[in-house]
Nanobody
Framework: QVQLVESGGGLVQPGGSLRLSCAAS????????MGWYRQAPGKQRELVAR???????NYADSVKGRFTISRDNAKKTVDLQMNSLKPEDTAVYYC????????????WGLGTQVTVSS
């Protein structure tokens, strides 16, 4: 079993920056896709950023040019650098690792709160 733990959330003013980090409990040998999702109260969980095993990135239109997803294999972390934060970015942020065939597994962290407010 793999456990994911997010960190780096908090309260920030509009225009500020935060860096989220997601740590895996053990080394993942399999190829995998990783991503960051977020969920605001009363809304569905949505994809924020995704990084495939082939190195391809995808971002939600609302965060393009402001957020950057990256991976550190040695540290077993996936990070999300968030710049120019807006009140609309307020949500609980979750990291996700999805293992690719022939491996199986879809792992989620418990989430970290990001609040953007003046």
């Amino acid at each position: 079993q793999v456990q994911l733990v997010e960190s780096g959330g908090g309260l920030v003013q509009p225009g500020g920056s935060l860096r989220l980090s997601c740590a895996a409990s053990r080394t993942i040998v399999c190829a995998y896709n990783m991503g960051w999702y977020r969920q605001a109260p009363g809304k569905q969980r949505e994809l924020v950023a995704r990084l495939t095993g082939e190195g391809i990135t995808n971002y939600a239109d609302s965060v393009k040019g402001r957020f950057t997803i990256s991976r550190d294999n040695a540290k077993k972390t996936v990070d999300l650098q968030m710049n120019s934060l807006k009140p609309e970015d307020t949500a609980v942020y979750y990291c996700n690792f999805q293992l690719n065939f022939p491996c199986t597994g879809n792992y989620w962290g418990l989430g970290t709160q990001v609040t953007v407010s003046s």
